[in-house]
Nanobody, 122 residues
Framework: QVLLVESGGGLVQAGGSLRLSCAAS????????MGWFRQAPGKERELVAA????????YYADSVKGRFTISADNAKNTVYLQMNSLNPEDTAVYYC???????????????WGQGTQVTVSS
């Protein structure tokens, strides 16, 4: 059974930080692209950041560049999303995702985590 388990969401004040974790298990993910999507109420699910397991390639949405950092720990099969300078517009459910070829839209994703809520108060 393939599992992506997120943790680290919560409530934070504007300007604060949170770190999300995604632990992958059940198969070998070394060839997969890993990423974080988010979905706010009434909005489409959007890609926030993506990384390959070697860490040699990363992608960030313009809205989070300079504030969020994605990283991968191969030994722990875990992907992280460090979120700094959070603002209320970052409020959403954040989903860990794995894609065998690419991650750009939800259609590319092979596996999803259950999601973790991030709420930023003003």
């Amino acid at each position: 059974q393939v599992l992506l388990v997120e943790s680290g969401g919560g409530l934070v004040q504007a300007g604060g930080s949170l770190r999300l974790s995604c632990a992958a298990s059940g198969r070998t993910f070394s060839s997969y692209i890993m990423g974080w999507f988010r979905q706010a109420p009434g909005k489409e699910r959007e890609l926030v950041a993506a990384i390959n397991w070697s860490g040699s390639s990363t992608y960030y949405a313009d809205s989070v560049k300079g504030r969020f950092t994605i990283s991968a720990d191969n030994a722990k099969n875990t992907v992280y999303l460090q979120m700094n300078s959070l603002n209320p517009e970052d409020t959403a459910v954040y989903y860990c995702a794995a894609g065998s070829l690419a991650i750009a839209t939800p259609d590319h994703v092979n596996y999803w985590g259950q999601g973790t809520q991030v709420t930023v108060s003003s």
